[in-house]
Each structure stands twice: as C-alpha cells, then as structure tokens.
C-alpha cells in the first residue's frame, strides 16, 4: 500500500509524473522557436517588397514614382485643368491687347499736349452749346413778344436742321481730307473712322466725292476692292470736305494712332488742308417717316 492510501497520510503529498524526455524540433514541424519571430517578420517584409519578376526590392523614392508616373487623370481633374487653361488664355489675351491698344504710351510730349487741347476745345464747345440754348431759353422768357420770338428761333433750327440732314447747301470754314489709294488697300471701316473722329471733333458738315454724309450713312466695301457710301460707289481718292473749327479737326486726324497714321500704314497718301471757306452742297432728299410721328401736342 502507498502513502497516499495510508488513510492517516498528509493529504498534501502527491505523486509526481513520469518525465517525459525533449525531442528536438526538426525542419518539418509547424512550431518555430520564439527567438526566430522577428526574423521570420523581416523575411515576410522583405517578399512584400519584391517585385512579381523577383527583382531587388524598391526603395521608398522609387514606389512614389511610381506612384505619380503615368499620371492617372479622372475626368473631373482634366475639366478643371482645361478651365484654367482657357482662364489663362483669357488674361494673356486682354493683357496683350490692353499694352497693344496704348497709342499713347509712346507719344510725344508735344503730342500729348496738343491731345489735351483738344479734349479742352471739345469741352468748352459743349459749355458754349449749352450757353446758347440757356440764352434761348431766357430770350423766350424774357421777349415781350413771344410768339415772333419762337418763329425765329424755330427759322433758325429749321436752318441748322436742314444741314444736320443734308438737306440744304452748307459753308464756313473747315478742312479738306484726300485719301489716295493707289494699292487698294483702304477699306471701308477705315473711312468710317475718320468721319467718326471728324464729328467728335466738331463737324457740322460732311461730304465724300458727291455723297452727304448724314446720321444714318453706312459705308461697305465692293467686291472689286472700292468703297459704296449709301449704297453709291465713290471713286478714288476719297475727298472729304467737312466744315467746322480747323484747329480741332486737323488735330484730330493726326494725333498718334489716329486716322492718318492708320492709313500711312496701309500705304495711302493722305493729305490734310486747312480752309477758311468749305463748301458742301451735296444734298439728300428729305424722306417723310413712315411710321414715326412727333408726339408733342
């Protein structure tokens, strides 16, 4: 009988298993030793990097290239991208033009001078229209004699009327304009220039060869290279006769960019003359509107 079946034996003691003796772990077991752990985790890493052919593994500068090259570009990001572009496009073309558009920027002294002359002749020629009809005004007011005095100026603006319109003869002084175009190369707009210029200049009166120049003149060009002013063909050179204050019409066709410069560039001959008599006695016939009535009562 052992101890432990001794009914007055320590209850505490127990026997002890049989050793069992270590077997050494060979290659083909599943459990690894615990040191070989971060080993194994290196190993795994370093397969991780490797490429699919077995190539050396990339380092990190090598992964972010390829990371950006060959860009992957989704349609929103190649809209965005061709919005900037017409953006920027935009800009450099107004830039461009706005430096392009300054004729000034280059300019003489003495022709900056002579342009601000003229802006002040063009001021105090609206400062002395608005004088004359605050006087016509206060003469109406004032004439104890009101009705003869409103038959005259009504006579009076009928006369102006009549040459605004092309309707009646003009003279005064004014100048002449010859344009001569032996290569054919002035056009239409180029002729619609130079009157605009001459009316913010101060022309009352405008005529081309034989046409009148009035509000609703309109100019084109021909197919066989001329020029038509109201649908009649003018020949060349082109004569304008225009009457108003010499001294700002002159200056007005030759400040820098302007009218005679633009036309140099096209290779015409352009001739500007001062006279103290203009006469323009191209007329139009006077059209009744077919819709329009006054509506004063």
């Known amino acids: ?38 080993q194994d985790a290196r190993h795994q890493g370093e397969r991780r990097d490797e490429q699919p052919d077995g190539k050396a593994p990339l380092s990190g500068r090598q992964r972010l290239a390829q990371g950006l090259w060959p860009p992957r570009v989704t349609r929103p990001q190649l809209i965005v991208a061709l919005l900037l572009f017409v953006l920027g496009l935009g800009l450099a073309i107004q830039v461009r033009s706005n430096n392009d558009s300054s004729a000034l920027r280059g300019a003489r002294q003495e022709d900056l001078v002579r342009i601000l002359d003229e802006l002040d002749d063009r001021t105090q020629r609206l400062e002395g229209e608005k004088q004359r009809l605050e006087d016509q005004r206060t003469g109406l007011e004032n004439s104890s004699d009101q009705a003869e005095e409103a038959r005259k100026q009504t006579v009076e603006k009928e006369r102006q009327l009549g040459i605004l319109a092309g309707t009646v003869a003009a003279q005064g002084p004014g100048i002449t304009l010859t344009i001569d175009d032996k290569k054919g190369s002035v056009e239409a707009d180029m002729l619609l220039d130079a009157i605009q210029e001459l009316r913010a200049a101060g022309a ?94």
Do not use: C, H, W
């Open 1 to 38: 009988m052992g101890r432990d079946e001794t009914p007055g034996g320590d209850p505490r003691s127990r026997e002890l298993p049989a050793e069992v003796p270590s077997v050494p772990a060979g290659p083909g077991d599943g459990a690894a030793p615990a040191q070989d752990e971060p």
């Open 204 to 297: 009352e009166a405008i005529q081309i060869n034989d046409v009148r120049v009035v509000a609703n003149t309109y100019l084109s060009d021909t197919d066989s290279g001329g020029v038509r002013v109201d649908g009649r063909k003018v020949g060349k050179p082109y004569r304008f006769k225009v009457i108003g204050k010499p001294q700002d019409l002159e200056p007005a066709l030759n400040i820098p960019g302007g009218v005679v410069q633009t036309l140099e560039k096209e290779q015409a001959t352009v001739t500007v003359a001062r006279a103290e008599k203009i006469v323009v006695d191209a007329l139009r016939a006077a059209k009744r509107p077919d819709y329009a009535r006054s509506s004063s009562q």
